[in-house]
């Protein structure tokens, strides 16, 4: 559900040390503690993706994390928010699924500190997480430039996969590569685009590519262009979506971000779909300096995550902000 409307209504923030709130759609929000510190606070949960309950704890914990590796901050601490059904044979499946969620975490070295658990006929799970950062070095959604290289890692598709899954219509290969990519954390990719200096990242989730790329040229007042064939995609994904196996989340996505997109002639029409695709615990979209492009991708790519570069940022005119097109 879209609470941007409901978030608007809310009276407006005065404390001064709320660094990054609502207003731009950041993936995090930012409260200064002191002029060298801040806290970076999230929130994540959904329903059960995959069968596996320990895939799906690791992927919870995942996403929940995502939001404060694109701000560019450091996760500390955890809380587990849970939904779960109180009959006895579902208990062995929630120790899987908070085992899953604690490893992951361990992992990342956040310590979970508390939670919060109801009864639900429908098992719901994920975290609430703090990170920490310095004030002067948030990669919120307003500091991208002109002339910024696009980076995306980890491949598209996980929407149109997990809708897939649930009608049985993927290979044992596919459920493997696309659970693996949503366990991955983006901690490597956070600390890789740190250390090289970017403009911003956001993370690809629920609005998509083309939706996720759409809130930071907003809230920086640019347009881009992507390269078509130089997104990366899940193996089975482009004969699912010729098969119309399209989510609903993506449905969604693509009634309100496609108003903001040109297609050139010759791009196929399951890119369109693709890159409007809702993902979970997708990868990071990095606003890079044109001339820190290459040193990004090869340190991402040395570090073993899946880093292309799709496009780049240009001065927003008349017309659609972003324009799809196949090549530069
Ligand atoms: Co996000
Ligand atoms: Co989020």
Redesign the pocket.
């Known amino acids: 559900m879209d609470l941007r409307h409901v978030l608007a209504q809310l009276p407006r923030i005065t404390d001064e040390n709320v660094l990054v709130g609502f207003s731009n759609a950041d993936?995090a929000g930012v409260y200064r503690i002191s002029a060298e510190l801040a806290a970076v606070l999230t929130a994540d949960f959904f329903t059960p993706i995959v069968d596996d309950p320990y895939s799906f704890g690791a992927i919870a914990a995942a996403n929940a994390l995502?939001?404060i590796y694109?701000m560019g901050g450091r996760p500390v601490v955890a809380l587990n928010l849970a939904a779960f059904p109180t009959s006895p044979e579902f208990a062995p499946i929630i120790e899987g699924i908070v085992k899953g969620g604690a490893d992951k975490m361990a992992e990342a070295g956040v310590s979970i500190i508390g939670g919060h658990t109801i009864k639900d006929k429908e098992p719901k799970f994920g975290f609430a997480v703090m990170g920490l950062i310095h004030p002067d070095r948030i990669l919120d959604n307003s500091k991208a430039m002109p002339g910024d290289a696009l980076v995306l890692t980890k491949p598209l598709g996980t929407g149109i996969l997990s809708t897939a899954f649930m009608f049985d219509a993927l290979s044992a290969g596919g459920i493997e590569e696309f659970t693996r990519s949503m366990m991955t954390l983006n901690k490597k990719a956070s600390e890789v685009m740190l250390d090289v200096g970017v403009s911003t990242a956001?993370?690809v989730?629920g609005f998509g590519l083309i939706g996720?790329l759409n809130e930071v040229l907003g809230a920086s007042g640019l347009g881009a262009r992507l390269n078509a064939e130089a997104i990366a995609r899940f193996g089975e994904v482009s004969e699912l979506i010729r098969a119309k196996r399209i989510p609903g989340g993506t449905r969604e996505n693509i009634r309100n971000f496609d108003p903001f997109v040109r297609w050139e002639e010759g791009v196929p029409d399951e890119d369109k779909i693709l890159l409007h695709d809702a993902q979970t615990s997708g990868g990071l979209l990095i606003f890079v300096p044109e001339a820190k492009r290459e040193k990004l991708i090869s340190a991402l790519t040395k570090e073993n995550v899946p880093a292309h570069h799709i496009g780049g940022v240009s001065v927003y005119g008349p017309g659609k902000r972003i324009e799809v097109g196949r090549g530069y």
Do not use: E
Request: no cysteine; hydrophobic share 10%; aromatic share 0%.
């Open positions: 993936d995502s939001d694109a956001t993370d989730t996720h």
